[in-house]
């Protein structure tokens, strides 16, 4: 049985002077919470509790534990509305991971807007390329690209979706020339992702289908702002999000090529480890993120 319950049924029968007055104060037949102070006395192998058929009082030991349970019960309650208070009000730290680019570009600046929003937080913030396991590693959260594995111990929710393009600098099209077809990639130094073991494939879509290619170049990376900068300095093609490179084509330092063969979107994903109560601090960040970023960023 529930300790506390069973400390309950005994303090609500001290201070009604019997079982029949603390069951209908508690709501339960007389029998239960005599059952529940009998049970107290058996766990503590002593007798609270004088009982003749006109009244109930407490015993010696049973006044002293009566007054110890109130300080207990007031413990208690005091302890649930603080939890309730946090589950309202979020506070404490909340320890994040992400991706490097993504971190830094869209992630840090909407975390600023959070924090600003609740200031009793304390985010510890992780960057890494590599795939986080956010038990293992003790992340309250983690975000990631692309469809992370399934695990019956995550919780997987979409974040947003963006878009991707090929892209290459002013320059390097200048001089080696603008591929028309997914295929003339084969004839062109190629920046690619080297985190992924497809990652030297680049799959493009039209209206006849998907057209795969392998690709190669001088330098593939995990890290997507390594390979935004080695093409923007003219190193070869690369296959980006819109959210690491729209800036750039936006201003003309990277052009968009093969707009007809446009990549298959990618999406973020927010992952928290299976809670049967999710924290306020949990959902509280998923919404906002959501909110925030749900609008393909660029």
Not at 34 to 61: C, I
Not at 180 to 197: E, I, N, R, V, W
Request: net charge negative; proline share 6%; with cysteine.
């Amino acid at each position: 049985m529930d300790k506390f319950e069973s400390l309950r049924a005994f303090v609500q029968v001290v201070e009604a002077g019997g079982f029949a007055a603390a069951a209908r104060h508690l709501g339960r037949s007389r029998s239960a919470v005599n059952k529940l102070v009998m049970h107290l006395e058996d766990d503590l192998k002593v007798q609270l509790l004088h009982r003749t058929t006109r009244k109930v009082t407490p015993t010696a030991t049973g006044l002293a534990f009566y007054q110890r349970g109130l300080a207990i019960l007031a413990d208690l309650k005091e302890a649930e509305l603080a939890v309730s208070q946090m589950q309202r009000e979020p506070k404490g730290r909340l320890r994040i991971n992400a991706p490097m680019s993504f971190g830094t570009l869209h992630l840090a600046p909407a975390l600023t807007d959070f924090l600003l929003q609740y200031p009793d937080l304390h985010i510890e913030l992780t960057l890494s390329d590599r795939f986080i396991d956010p038990i293992e590693e003790g992340f309250d959260v983690t975000l990631r690209i692309a469809q992370p594995p399934e695990s019956a111990s995550l919780i997987v929710h979409e974040l947003m979706v963006a878009d991707r393009v090929v892209c290459a600098s002013p320059e390097y099209l200048k001089q080696y020339g603008v591929p028309q077809t997914p295929a003339d990639l084969k004839h062109h130094s190629c920046l690619h992702y080297g985190h992924f073991a497809t990652s030297s494939q680049w799959t493009l879509t039209s209206t006849a289908g998907n057209h795969t290619v392998t690709v190669n170049g001088v330098l593939c990376s995990n890290n997507g702002e390594v390979l935004r900068t080695a093409a923007l300095q003219g190193l070869g093609i690369a296959l980006l999000p819109t959210f690491i490179v729209g800036s750039d084509l936006l201003q003309g330092t990277l052009c968009q090529i093969l707009a007809d063969y446009p990549p298959p979107e990618i999406s973020a994903y927010v992952l928290y480890p299976v809670n049967r109560h999710l924290s306020a601090k949990v959902q509280l960040l998923t919404e906002f993120l959501q909110a925030r970023l749900g609008d393909r960023p660029a």
